[in-house]
């Protein structure tokens, strides 16, 4: 079982600002739907509990049109803002 909710923010930290649509999830999500990542890895166990260091999860469309495709992305420092 995984959950999951939507909600509009900021996407900045080493680019120029923008506005994104967020999901945040428990850790079992990408399990759950079977689904793998191009590059990197998705949340570890517990990474969903307050207190722990949030983990940013980016689709496969804003990697190409933000870091055109980059793979050196993993393990960069991005800012998510608050939900608006």
């Known amino acids: 079982m995984a959950a999951y909710?939507?909600?509009a923010t900021t996407l900045s930290g080493d680019k120029e600002a923008e506005p994104v649509l967020a999901?945040?999830?428990t850790d079992r999500l990408f399990h759950v739907l079977g689904a793998k990542p191009a590059l990197g890895r998705t949340f570890l166990e517990g990474?969903?509990?307050?207190?722990r260091e949030p983990v940013?999860?980016?689709?496969?469309a804003l990697w190409q049109r933000r870091y055109g495709g980059d793979g050196t992305v993993v393990g960069r420092?991005?800012?998510v803002g608050?939900?608006?």
């Open 47 to 51: 990474e969903d509990q307050p207190g």
């Open 77 to 79: 420092n991005v800012d």
């Open 56 to 60: 940013v999860v980016i689709s496969y």
């Open 23 to 25: 999901v945040e999830a």
């Open 82 to 84: 608050a939900k608006l």
């Open 5 to 7: 909710t939507y909600y």
